[in-house]
């Protein structure tokens, strides 16, 4: 089944994310390791929440199933009440595409890519002409403070403007979730009260955030946390 797009104003009274009894088993050979273990989660429309843990705690694992980049191995996961497990490959990337914007700690841009080309790229992939995507792409960029910035490549910009190219790039579908990856870990102290500032705003405006993080002190900034140890959610 290939998804359909996923439209915020249809969320009211539907998690946009609900996981119940998920689990994620890795096997190496005849050994199995199990990453989550029986995770029930719901974040609501509009919310900002942090899901904190330590390394191989699982919170990337189901940071990766949230996404919609990797499968459970039993349970269900429904955004927006629909279940994904019916969804193909090719739904699930639609589901990335349109209904899920992603920053990492790692930006993740294009090198030898401009930041107006970096934040138009999500759009190529909806099919998109390309008068239209560059179009699109300068409103968040110039928004982000990086107006100026349009034609610089990621190694001419700063690790905070980098980031603000990431999120350019994750709001130009206009998603319905933020999905943002350890977004402050590979930055200086002022860059990233810069970009939870700008995270904040977002939410401020409706947009639902996932942060994952393993710091405790970027977590409490979040409206509310949900704590991963060992596969399971503690708190």
Known sequence: MTAVPLAPEL?????LIELRGVT????????????????????WPGEFVAIIGHSGSGKTTLMNIIGCLDRPTDGTYRIAGEDVSSFDDDGLARIRSRTIGFVFQNYNLLPRTSALENVATPLLYQGVGRRERLERA????????LGDRLTHEPSELSGGQQQRVAIARAL???????LADEPTGNLDTASGE??????????????????ITHEAEVAAKA????HVRDGMIVS
């Open 11 to 15: 969320l009211v009274g539907t998690p």
């Open 24 to 43: 994620r088993v890795y096997s190496t050979g005849r050994l199995e390791v199990p990453a989550l273990r029986g995770v029930d989660v719901d974040v």
């Open 138 to 145: 300068k409103a968040p960029l110039e928004r982000l403070g």
């Open 172 to 178: 130009v579908t206009e998603p319905a979730l933020i």
């Open 194 to 211: 810069e970009v939870m500032a700008i995270l904040h705003e977002l939410n401020d405006e409706g947009r639902t955030i996932v942060l």
């Open 223 to 226: 409206q509310r946390q949900i």
